[in-house]
């Protein structure tokens, strides 16, 4: 699958115990190995005057990094068992981070006959992620991520 399809993402975070859903536009796209979803986020959420951030996921299997560019930058790879360092910059801050992945999975609603190698070549699909994040030695939280991707029926 060479061509973008334009998607509807669905992203539900659970930080240690409190949930919040965010809906965007994007695009996804497959790329020899790897499975691309494209987006851009506000900076702050309900606030357009913040700012913006693009953001770029890609899944491979047994791994995934998520690069955010704009008025935030950052970058952030997953691998289940590992911890894995990237980095986070605002005009605030900057620091150094690390992501211990607990579990990273990708799921079809009807995966029948597929084996967990192959990568989707239809819509929809879930990526499904679980991490402790730290900063300097210390965790700073517990995340429970859910990106669920389908088509944009309104395209």
Known sequence: ????????????????GSSH???YEGEWFRKERSIFIRYIEPAVEGDPNAGEVRTLVK???????????????SEQLFVPGLRRTGK???????????????????KEPDN????????????PFTL???????VGQQ???????????QEDKNQ
């Open 1 to 16: 699958m060479a061509e973008n399809r334009k998607v509807r993402i669905t992203l539900e975070s659970i930080q240690d």
């Open 21 to 23: 859903i965010h809906v």
């Open 59 to 73: 899944y491979r299997q047994g791994e995934l990094s998520i690069t955010r560019r704009g008025v935030i930058e």
């Open 88 to 106: 986070y910059h605002s005009s605030m801050t900057s620091f150094t981070l690390e992501t211990d992945t607990l579990q990273l999975s990708l």
């Open 112 to 123: 029948s006959g597929k084996n967990d190698e192959s990568l989707p070549d239809r819509l």
């Open 128 to 134: 499904e992620w679980e991490y402790e994040m730290h």
């Open 139 to 149: 965790k700073s939280g517990r995340f429970h991520i859910r990106l669920h991707i």
